[in-house]
């Protein structure tokens, strides 16, 4: 592993779901922008600072995610955020390739198109 290689927290889910998420501003850069694939589902709690999070699909998953995994993912994004202790939480959502970063933007800073929002409880997969 290479020193600069982004630390990110990993939650795999039943049928080979995976959720990544990061754990500092550089972090979040790296995965939003370098490791996430354009189909993948990117979550950001809204409004406050917090993990950048994807939920990649298993190989050869045409259908994409259902409400369940998508509201785990986003259960996740609240989880790794300043609002973990605040009860219903609203996550944007949308999928990885509305995710870009403004020009000459801070670490961390993204902007985002064709947003969803889930509200969800903070937590992390069983």
Same mark, same amino acid.
């Given at each position: 592993?290479?020193?600069?290689?982004?630390?990110?927290? %990993?939650?795999?889910?039943?049928? +080979?779901?995976?959720?990544?998420?990061?754990?500092?501003?550089?972090?979040? #850069?790296? !995965?939003?922008?370098?490791?996430?694939?354009? #189909? #993948?589902?990117?979550? /950001? =709690?809204? +409004?406050?600072? +917090?993990? /950048?999070?994807? !939920?990649?699909?298993?190989? +050869? %998953?045409?259908?994409?995610? #259902?409400? %369940?995994?998508?509201?785990?993912?986003?259960?996740?994004?609240?989880? /790794? *955020?300043?609002?973990?202790?605040?009860? =219903?939480?609203?996550? *944007?959502?949308?999928?990885?390739?509305?995710?870009?970063?403004?020009?000459?933007?801070?670490?961390?800073?993204? *902007?985002?198109?064709? %947003?969803?929002?889930?509200?969800?409880?903070?937590?992390?997969?069983?």
């Amino acid at each position: 592993m290479k020193p600069d290689s982004p630390k990110l927290y %990993e939650y795999p889910l039943p049928g +080979g779901w995976l959720i990544l998420a990061g754990r500092s501003e550089r972090d979040n #850069d790296r !995965l939003s922008l370098k490791i996430a694939k354009a #189909d #993948d589902w990117w979550f /950001h =709690v809204r +409004g406050m600072p +917090g993990s /950048h999070v994807i !939920l990649r699909a298993p190989a +050869g %998953e045409k259908n994409g995610p #259902d409400k %369940e995994l998508l509201k785990q993912a986003a259960a996740v994004a609240a989880w /790794h *955020s300043k609002a973990k202790n605040g009860g =219903v939480v609203a996550v *944007s959502a949308t999928l990885a390739k509305f995710v870009s970063k403004p020009r000459g933007a801070k670490p961390g800073t993204v *902007s985002i198109r064709k %947003e969803t929002v889930f509200k969800v409880r903070p937590q992390l997969p069983a």
